[in-house]
């Protein structure tokens, strides 16, 4: 049977639903960047938590899309090709940033986390309940333990800092990992229920948040160029237009 009908369309469609939240947020964010609206990225609760939350889909998506991927073991060639896919995004993403936002880039965004997420979630494939004890257990460290030690640049990557670092998107290992084996705990009880309500969702809606949620990826690497792009040309062209 083709790759395509293989997929179980309730967790593309979930997945693009994640995608249109993030292009949303993102374009809020360069209304801000551009002085176009007045919107505090950086300590307006309604802002932060609905990163947390466009995130938390993420990645736990991220963590059932694992398991649903390795059901019938590791396929090293698709996960070493998406691994590569990763990495080659997450260093364009930390050189785009750079350029563009100086101190603040990614050094370890979204993009760095889930590649390696992607790595160390194989070691959990087939252990739901270890997923879940382990996942529940690494949320509570990463929100309520702090130590200077990892506010050295070489640890940040692991989270428990005292503070945010300057950076433009920070996603450490903890507690986010504990979202992905969350994750990676529902992949069975989903796969289930996608199963079910394949006939249901197989509608054109559907298939359009679920064709976005496929090419998550190359949505990710696209849209802030298009959207800056064309915020910049407003921007220029604004006073001529009256």
């Not at 948040?209 to 849209?223: K, N, P, Q």
């Amino acid at each position: 049977m083709p790759e395509a009908r293989q997929r179980l369309l309730l967790v593309d469609a979930a997945r693009g639903v994640a995608i249109a939240m993030m292009v949303a947020f993102h374009f809020c964010f360069d209304l801000a960047y551009f002085r176009l609206a007045d919107f505090d990225f950086y300590q307006d609760r309604f802002w932060l938590n609905a990163r947390t939350l466009i995130l938390s889909c993420f990645l736990l998506l991220v963590g059932i899309s694992l398991v649903l991927a390795n059901r019938r073991g590791v396929n090293w060639r698709h996960t070493l090709a998406r691994l590569g896919r990763l990495v080659a995004a997450a260093l364009l993403v930390s050189a785009g940033t750079w350029w563009m936002f100086a101190d603040r880039f990614v050094f370890f965004g979204v993009l760095h986390f889930i590649a390696l997420a992607s790595v160390l979630g194989l070691l959990f494939l087939d252990r739901p309940w270890m997923s879940l004890v382990l996942g529940v257990a690494l949320i509570g460290v990463g929100n309520h333990f702090q130590f200077p030690w990892f506010d050295q640049p070489g640890w940040r990557w692991i989270g428990l800092m005292t503070h945010k670092p300057l950076t433009e998107d920070y996603v450490p290992l903890l507690p986010w990992f504990g979202v992905v084996l969350f994750g990676m705990s529902l992949g069975p009880a989903v796969r289930c229920l996608a199963q079910r309500l394949q006939p249901q969702v197989d509608r054109v809606p559907f298939r359009w948040l679920a064709a976005a949620g496929r090419h998550s990826l190359i949505i990710y690497l696209l849209h802030q160029p298009l959207l800056i792009g064309l915020l910049a040309a407003y921007v220029k062209l604004r006073p001529l237009l009256g």
